[in-house]
């Protein structure tokens, strides 16, 4: 099943990763990684964001001072501890997320209108379990590393994208096509 879905989930990348090119020439992959993550906790401090995208810190935090530069996030000293930062979305980095969001459900409608209405309700169906899935799964992995280092547990790649070809490793390995 994950070899069939694997060669059919193509079509669906493509349809990302087109919009993606087209919306985000002013981010890089990583960059836009960080950004959707900001979105996702509002305020998030440099920690948790390298631990998020799977850097070091250090590397986050270069990640971040482009993007500040860029005008795509804002720093803030934290409210209890003003050492730590607390990062935020500006506006340019909202509208960015929004072209690139309204860029993808453009192309999905035109490919969705050329399938069948039973088609449609199985595919969201799928989607919405597989995306509980995921989610649930993703959760219990960072339950048990936040348990701590003892016992010592393996972290899980994404599924189907090696270590070195993850968003964020690009300066790592130079892909070949």
Do not use: K, Y
């Amino acid at each position: 099943m994950a070899v069939e879905l694997d060669a059919v989930a193509d079509a669906l990348l493509t349809v990302w990763e087109a919009a993606r090119e087209r919306t985000t020439s002013r981010v890089s992959g990583a960059q836009l990684r960080a950004i959707m993550l900001v979105e996702q906790h509002e305020g998030i401090n440099l920690r948790r964001l390298a631990t998020g995208l799977d850097m070091l810190l250090s590397s986050a935090s270069r990640l971040c001072d482009r993007l500040v530069a860029a005008g795509m996030l804002e720093r803030e000293p934290g409210r209890f501890d003003r050492r730590e930062i607390s990062l935020h979305l500006t506006p340019e980095s909202r509208r960015l997320l929004a072209e690139l969001r309204d860029d993808r459900r453009q192309q999905l409608a035109a490919i969705l209108a050329d399938m069948t209405a039973e088609g449609r309700q199985a595919l969201l169906r799928g989607m919405r379990e597989f995306d509980e899935a995921a989610r649930h799964r993703n959760a219990s992995v960072q339950s048990v590393e936040a348990a701590g280092p003892w016992p010592a547990v393996p972290r899980e790649r994404p599924v189907g994208i090696p270590a070195q070809e993850r968003p964020g490793n690009e300066t790592r390995v130079a892909r070949t096509a």
